[in-house]
């Protein structure tokens, strides 16, 4: 069982950047594959970025890459997306979530993943 807790959300300027941490619990962190997803007020949740168990393969949607950088510390059991030059339509609640089982490549599949954190909240003002 992992459970996952999102902080770093709030209130920012566009253009402006914000860091979200995703606190995982749980013995076998460093074999889980990590995503972020974002899900804004009417719209489904998205995949934003993506990242293997090792921290060597990363994926991106296009509105992130470039901007958005996601990473982990297995020694912490934390998972960390930087978020830069932020947008209005970037404004959503974030949320981190773990893939157990073998990392095959695939990051982008809402239902893939086994656990999700509660989200924080983004909102970008213009």
């Known amino acids: 069982q992992v459970q996952l807790v999102e902080s770093g959300g709030g209130l920012v300027q566009a253009g402006r950047s914000l860091r979200l941490s995703c606190a995982a619990s749980?013995?076998?962190?460093?074999?889980?594959?990590m995503g972020w997803f974002r899900q804004a007020p009417g719209k489904e949740r998205e995949f934003v970025a993506g990242?293997?168990?090792?921290?060597?393969?990363?994926d991106y949607t296009d509105f992130a890459r470039g901007r958005f950088t996601i990473s982990r510390d297995n020694a912490k059991k934390m998972v960390y997306l930087q978020m830069n030059s932020l947008r209005p339509e970037d404004t959503a609640v974030y949320y981190c979530?773990?893939?157990?089982?073998?990392?095959?490549?695939?990051?982008?599949?809402?239902?893939?993943?086994?656990?999700w954190g509660q989200g924080t909240q983004v909102t970008v003002s213009s």
């Open positions: 990242i293997s168990p090792s921290g060597g393969t990363t």
């Open positions: 979530a773990a893939k157990s089982g073998l990392y095959n490549g695939q990051f982008s599949y809402t239902s893939q993943y086994d656990y």
């Open positions: 749980g013995r076998t962190f460093a074999s889980y594959t």
